[in-house]
């Protein structure tokens, strides 16, 4: 028997769902080690932690101990996602435990082993996992429109303000603390009298501090003093309101403020930052550093070019249109292919996994119908016992509310089966179409994925004259051209 450790982990999101709980998958990753001949000897559990961060309690003890305990030689979660959201973080901690020649298994996706095929499909579910989050984060998004269009700040309050629950809602009070002193600064930078730095220094005596005690710094005194939210309005996702917080200054104040810092820095000039899809992917042929992306406003063209920008080199016929430079790199999907038994590999191990998954969603979906049913029935029982007099209207009214409740918490959890089960097949549809046709599940797809896409196939191009001189794969892509699971054509761009 080997000895083997198991990490579970949920968000606090997660924590409702069914079979995402810490028992349930601790117990299902057991299960598995009875079977396989692991002996388990330590479990590892984060409670109420992102899989976006490494920052988890029980992920750093593990981590710490598998590079001291030789005696370690797997790792089993109940999917990849449990260690790791973002495609970074799940390479990172995939190459500790490989280099302490640990194995990870991951119990419910069978199709994830070692294999360059396991490595690419796991690498793409770990892509199509980060976007998920980014998803999810999109959707708490939702929820603060909300509550920004009810006229509460949706996020921390700011400095001077504390976030209190009154009734049930969150909202935003004056911090009896903090209040007058922020009031007093902004009153004080209106006479035109006093520097940010000096306004923190005089802060700081009256005993205002930031985090950890220390004085505010500049950056945080300017954006304090600039900040709207003071003067009553909110700015919040490029949309302005009046907020129901108590306002330190009036709006006219406000701009004067404005005119006031201005006037201080005439000569700061700031740069906008765009989404660019190829944003640091694409170094420069001549000097090898990286390239930017800009937009010329008044020919409101966008172009991407050397950071230099003609500093070290010229920069005389450099800038490429980002337009024509995107499709460039698109083409350069068309030549590289996967083969026919490697597609074959990718599909039964996507189908296997499909089953696997299908069968747990299956049995956790049984378990709470039962549940339902059970509850419905009680009700019922409730009903009769109304009707043949044994309940009151108060009591059958208690009982009933009491069940409805249970029914309704089941619902979502049913609701939330489904959903992820989508999700799963969602991913399995990515993985098979990237892997049947990669020029076309690029083309189709949407910029967050086609960035995952880029990562997944190249670590950078290389630009000259308004062309593509090299490109360099990654890794797993070198293993895979070697192992010959990976075509290229003779346009390939070689490194
Ligand atoms: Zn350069």
Not at 21 to 40: M, N, P, T, V, W
Not at 45 to 55: N, V
Not at 81 to 107: E, N
Not at 348 to 365: C, P, T
Request: positive net charge.
């Amino acid at each position: 028997m080997e000895n083997a450790l198991i990490y579970c982990r949920v968000s606090t999101e997660e924590q409702a769902r069914e079979g995402y709980s810490l028992d349930a998958q601790e117990k299902f990753c057991g299960r598995f080690a009875e079977h396989s001949g692991y002996k388990i000897i330590s479990t590892y559990r984060d409670e109420g932690k992102s899989g976006t961060t490494i920052d988890r309690p029980a992920l750093q003890e593990m981590l710490s101990r598998c590079q001291e305990d030789k005696s370690i030689k797997a790792v089993l979660v109940q999917e990849t996602d449990r260690l790791a959201r973002g495609t970074g973080i799940h390479l990172a901690i995939k190459a500790i435990l490989k280099k302490a020649d640990i194995k990870l298994i991951s119990v419910a996706q069978p199709m994830l082993d070692d294999s360059p095929e396991g490595n690419m499909i796991d690498t793409i579910i770990a892509s199509v996992n980060q976007f998920q989050s980014d998803l999810n984060s999109r959707k708490t998004k939702k929820g603060m429109q909300e509550k920004f269009e009810s006229g509460w700040w949706p996020g921390l309050a700011k400095l001077g303000y504390l976030n209190k629950e009154v009734n049930g809602e969150k909202i935003t009070v004056s911090d009896p603390e903090r209040w007058h002193l922020i009031r007093d600064a902004l009153k004080m930078y209106l006479t035109g009298n006093y520097s940010a730095v000096e306004i923190a220094d005089i802060l700081y005596e009256k005993g205002l501090v930031a985090r950890q005690g220390k004085k505010i710094c500049n950056g945080i005194m300017i954006n304090i003093l600039k900040d709207p939210f003071y003067a009553g309005i909110m700015n919040w996702n490029k949309q302005e309101r009046k907020g129901n917080h108590e306002p330190m200054i009036t709006p006219a104040q406000h701009k004067n403020i404005i005119t006031i810092m201005d006037e201080h820095n005439r000569h700061a000039c700031r740069r906008r930052i765009h989404n660019f899809l190829l944003r640091g992917f694409l170094y420069c042929g001549i000097c090898g550093q990286k390239y930017t992306a800009e937009i010329h406003k008044k020919k409101n063209i966008s172009y991407y070019h050397c950071v230099l920008n003609g500093q070290k080199h010229s920069n005389e016929g450099q800038n490429i249109e980002a337009g024509s430079l995107e499709k460039m790199i698109k083409e350069q999907f068309k030549n590289i292919q996967f083969s026919e038994d490697f597609i074959m590999l990718v599909v039964s191990k996507v189908k296997l996994s499909y089953e696997k998954k299908k069968e747990q969603i299956n049995r956790n979906k049984r378990g709470l119908l039962n549940q339902k049913l059970a509850l419905e029935n009680k009700k019922c029982l409730a009903e009769e016992k109304l009707i043949s007099g044994i309940f009151d209207d108060e009591s059958f009214a208690r009982q009933r509310d009491k069940i409805d409740t249970e029914i309704g918490k089941i619902q979502e959890q049913l609701e939330n089966i489904e959903n992820q089960r989508n999700i799963d097949v969602d991913t399995m549809g990515k993985v098979l179409a990237l892997a049947r046709n990669i020029y076309g599940s690029y083309t189709k797809a949407p910029d967050p994925i086609k960035r995952l896409y880029l990562a997944l196939f190249w670590d950078g191009f290389w630009v000259k004259d308004k062309t593509i001189i090299k490109a360099k794969p990654t890794q797993l892509i070198e293993d895979l051209i070697r192992e010959k699971q990976v075509i290229t054509s003779p346009n390939w761009l070689r490194w």
